[in-house]
């Protein structure tokens, strides 16, 4: 008589999952598609003024240019060979939304926001 191993597979619930997989990412590592406030919502899409006119002032900005993905050709200027590197604008804004929520990053690239970052707790 001969005896077959099977193995079984568990299909996990989609919530346990998602769980697991938030775990595994980190602090700081959750993204969402819009952030409440005041008593609005900025977007993923929006344009950085809107986002200010919604909500205000952040408590920290950075800005730094980013190499564009795209390289000129070089091109040569009496004795010299120069590469034009473009770059794009990179602006992110740091809100402090109250006391038990999370410090917010909102992105910026070319002036539309393209990214909701959060990070620590605010205690």
Excluded: H
């Amino acid at each position: 008589m001969r005896s077959s191993t099977m193995a079984t597979i568990k299909i996990l619930p989609a919530a346990v999952l998602a769980a697991v997989l938030f775990a595994a990412l980190g602090p700081g590592a959750a993204q969402a598609q819009s952030f409440r406030c005041k008593n609005d919502l900025a977007n993923v899409g929006e344009a950085k003024a809107a986002v200010f006119q919604k909500c205000g002032e952040p408590v920290f900005k950075d800005a730094f240019c980013k190499p564009a993905s795209e390289v000129r050709s070089p091109q040569v200027i009496g004795n010299a060979t120069v590469v034009v590197v473009g770059c794009e604008n990179v602006d992110e804004w740091t809100y402090n939304p109250g006391y038990g929520q999370f410090m917010t990053t909102l992105r910026f690239e070319s002036g539309k926001l393209v990214a909701i970052r959060y990070g620590d707790r605010v205690k």
